[in-house]
């Protein structure tokens, strides 16, 4: 199968890149380098030694040859010309293009004006232009778009997969006796995002359901969990980026990297905040899931990827005790919460479909832990203390 | 009160403007004269005989004098820096923002990626310049937005004004014997909408109901029918401008424009397609009772701003009745339909809120519509058959 992957060079993007290779896809990579730049911005940059992009290139085109691996485009969608995204599409022909070149961090895009605006313009201007150019040179591929959980917010009914199901009453979607029809069944389901960036990914959502509907466009819009881990890598070519400052750093990421360098594990608000998680390999295996089993044409479908739920008084204990075993000993922290969100509520999304498409999670969340505890304690030297305590707030 | 008015120069925006200084009302105006280009690209103009803005101004400057009128401001919203708007805001200190400085056309964001990418870059992250503006120099100010019905389409239920009421079993929002909790309730009503023009005011609705929840900024978010006919003026300089062309022309304005040359009303598709409609008066009369009523701090309100619903068959009948008690004798011609959209379909939207505020409807639509054919006669020879039929579609 030949794959586009926008974002590339990103935590998520090499990671697939390389497990598609790997599997034997034709796969091609456009990355704007964007993120190296942005991190390095905040005075930070990735605890894993990633290589440069040049290097990163030249060890896929060694390892897998020109035929199944071709990276020769800088692009910055939603920037410039929308000619430049439909040449690569009309130049490489792909079944499935994976579209992960986006701002990916709600705090970025609560900092400024400029921030709020260069997320949604990178988001939501560049799908735009990806869906036109898929109208025009690739209208049968198969578009596999990373949304967000966040996309929902945190309602007081059952989330579902995308629409609103056919019974609703008590918000009980699953439940056979509930024989009423809800009159707003096959409509999109609410959402109430809760950053410029979350809510971005709203419109990606909406942009892209209409192009399905209008052009007979097909795809997955994936609502993802909080995604933690590091890929499976062989050498240092291979391993990707690991972000622990207070943007684009995921939360069990660090409390990891707080853990490393015995900096308390701080926990905005309350912290009974409750999120769907899942380690980056499961994400790769979803992806994977998902680029093999496309939806019909002109389908548009929304999958909740995550393994579980979990509180972030759960996952700071988990990560307690996952450190402890390796002989460290953080200590847990509340701080006051530089977010505006609900820090005790209802929640109850669904995520049954990957399961039925034949995920297996890693149900081993504390092994997966201190497996990356592990992973990351050579680097600890490099954790630069300075960013990892919120600056940014939201009001 | 201080009314900040974006897009002043426009069909509304003129007109709105000018009725508020009359009312007593001090005004500041901001625009960038982009419609008029948009119009004049599509080989277009207005039917009736704008004056330029230098004029505009002059005349409402000796009018009213520079205490009540100011307009020194020309911006383009959602490009260049943000601080462009923020001075304007932080000079002018309004008690009162109108945002009408949007790409208004279905159509025109449908032409291509560059168009599309055009509309949702204006409205979306011109929107979004506006609220940081907002924030940080008013933030007491009140907000009126001007969205559209089309952001709700046509979906097989009730439509509700904004959000999901309490009672919704059987789709009927009103009907006080339902006791059933609706568990979505108080989530925003699903939006689907039928273009990037429409969505991209499905996601300004977004952007401005999580400012309001975030920043306890406060607006009113009119979901605005379809609006035809012209200002009360009483000079040429008052006059606002008439499209009829087939992006800016509203579908009764464009019919009146043919009937005057006796060109077919061009009914697309089956023409049972049903929406709200208002005399651009009522629109004038309902900006004003939303501007006299602000909302509470912090509130996000949804008005459905229509006077009643007709099918695009109903409307082509009234033009035709008026335009035969005139003389004139148009036919009416079914044409492939341009756009993608349900040709009949079920259509009960809410709009009790504003009639709650003192909304007194124009009732006598055929008037109207006899008034709008005889105000625009005068121009007949200045419309260029060319522009009315529809180039753009939507596959």
Request: net charge negative.
């Given at each position: 199968m030949k794959v586009l992957i926008l974002g590339v060079d990103g935590y998520i993007g090499w990671s697939l890149a390389l497990h598609l290779l790997k599997r034997g896809h034709e796969v091609a990579g456009v990355d704007n380098l964007i993120r190296r730049m942005r991190v390095q911005d905040l005075g930070s940059s990735s605890l894993t030694p990633i290589q440069s992009w040049n290097r990163r290139n030249a060890y896929a085109l060694t390892k897998f040859?020109?035929?199944?691996?071709?990276?020769?485009?800088?692009?910055?969608?939603?920037?410039?010309?929308?000619?430049?995204?439909?040449?690569?599409?009309?130049?490489?022909?792909?079944?499935?293009?994976?579209?992960?070149?986006?701002?990916?961090?709600?705090?970025?895009?609560?900092?400024?004006?400029?921030?709020?605006?260069?997320?949604?313009r990178d988001n939501v201007i560049g799908t735009l232009d990806l869906l036109w150019a898929m109208k025009e040179f690739a209208p049968r591929a198969h578009l596999i778009k990373l949304g967000t959980m966040g996309e929902y917010g945190t309602p007081s009914c059952d989330i579902p997969e995308g629409k609103i199901p056919e019974r609703c009453l008590g918000g009980k979607w699953q439940d056979e006796d509930l024989k009423e029809h809800c009159p707003m069944s096959g409509l999109m389901f609410p959402r109430t995002a809760g950053s410029f960036y979350h809510i971005s990914k709203v419109?990606?959502?909406?942009?892209?359901?209409?192009?399905?509907?209008?052009?007979?466009?097909?795809?997955?819009?994936?609502?993802?969990?909080?995604?933690?881990?590091?890929?499976?890598?062989?050498?240092?070519?291979?391993?990707?980026?690991?972000?622990?400052?207070?943007?684009?750093?995921?939360?069990?990421?660090?409390?990891?990297?707080?853990?490393?360098?015995?900096?308390?594990?701080?926990?905005?608000?309350?912290?009974?905040q409750t999120r769907g998680y899942?380690?980056?390999?499961?994400?790769?295996?979803?992806?994977?899931?998902?680029?093999?089993?496309?939806?019909?044409?002109?389908?548009?479908?929304?999958l909740n990827q995550f393994e579980n739920i979990y509180s972030v008084w759960s996952?700071?204990?988990?990560?307690?005790?996952?450190?402890?075993?390796?002989?460290?000993?953080?200590?847990?922290?509340n701080i006051p919460n530089p977010r505006k969100e609900m820090e005790e509520h209802y929640y109850n999304p669904a995520h049954q479909k990957l399961f039925d498409m034949g995920y297996k999670p890693t149900t081993d969340i504390k092994g997966e832990i201190k497996k990356l505890i592990e992973q990351i304690l050579p680097y600890k030297d490099n954790v630069r203390r300075s960013v990892i305590v919120p600056k940014t707030t939201w009001v």
């Open positions: 040859g020109p035929q199944q691996w071709r990276s020769k485009y800088h692009i910055h969608l939603g920037h410039g010309p929308s000619d430049v995204i439909a040449d690569v599409i009309a130049d490489f022909s792909p079944d499935a293009i994976v579209h992960l070149a986006e701002q990916p961090s709600a705090a970025y895009s609560m900092r400024s004006a400029v921030d709020a605006k260069a997320t949604q419109h990606d959502t909406h942009n892209i359901e209409f192009a399905c509907r209008n052009w007979g466009l097909s795809s997955t819009d994936i609502m993802q969990g909080v995604v933690f881990g590091l890929n499976e890598y062989e050498n240092l070519d291979e391993i990707t980026r690991f972000d622990y400052d207070e943007c684009f750093g995921t939360v069990l990421n660090r409390f990891c990297a707080q853990a490393i360098i015995n900096h308390p594990l701080t926990v905005y608000g309350k912290g009974f899942l380690p980056l390999k499961d994400s790769i295996q979803c992806l994977t899931i998902v680029l093999e089993n496309p939806p019909g044409d002109g389908e548009y479908r929304t996952l700071a204990g988990m990560v307690c005790l996952a450190a402890n075993e390796l002989g460290l000993y953080p200590v847990v922290e």
